[in-house]
């Protein structure tokens, strides 16, 4: 049996990588909640830079995970066997302070590039720590879906982008 793809090796992935990229801030493989001031610091603060930066990495809003049985299984009433193929989609949503008077919309329009890119640069990312990501066969392009402002607790206004990726590999077979 061959190794599959799942959802937390590739959020893993996926998190590993936009950490190979310089001045990204925070890194989670989750989405946070943000209910204050202290929330919004805890988990976006960007010691290195002193400034509010940070990711998150969801499944996308749509088509998560679709999954395709291939030909030749016929294993009735048996579990473990199947050809499996499966479409993974994921967001990763960035959060930058917002610095009107030091340009902070551009500062952040170019590492929200330096990630897109740096994604695109592979045919398929690696996995956390180094190798082949299992079972992933192929990678789609990370596409910048959305890049504007969001508001934390009624309050707190920063840069917003979402990219989204896709994934197909083998999960079972």
């Given at each position: 049996m061959s190794v599959a793809a799942t959802p937390v090796s590739l959020r893993a992935a996926i998190a590993a990588?936009?950490?190979?990229?310089a001045n990204t801030g925070q890194i989670h493989a989750r989405r946070r909640v943000v209910r204050s001031e202290n929330d919004l610091r805890r988990f976006f603060w960007d010691d290195t830079?002193?400034?509010?930066?940070?990711?998150?990495?969801?499944?996308?809003?749509?088509?998560?995970a679709d999954s395709v049985r291939n030909t030749g299984f016929s294993?009735?009433?048996?579990?473990g066997g199947g050809n499996v193929m499966t479409d993974f989609a994921f967001q990763v949503e960035g959060?930058?302070?917002?610095?009107?008077?030091?340009?902070?919309?551009?500062?952040?329009?170019?590492?929200?590039?330096?990630?897109a890119d740096e994604f695109n640069s592979y045919g398929v990312i690696p996995?956390?720590?180094g190798g082949v990501l299992p079972g992933v066969t192929i990678q789609g392009p990370c596409n910048i879906t959305q890049f504007g402002y969001i508001t934390f607790a009624n309050t707190f206004l920063c840069h917003y982008a979402r990219l989204e990726l896709t994934f197909n590999g083998r999960t079972r077979g």
């Open positions: 990588l936009i950490g190979t990229v830079n002193s400034r509010i930066c940070g990711w998150m990495i969801a499944p996308a809003l749509s088509g998560t294993g009735y009433g048996l579990k959060i930058f302070g917002l610095d009107d008077a030091n340009a902070s919309e551009e500062v952040f329009g170019d590492l929200v590039w330096a990630v996995k956390a720590g």
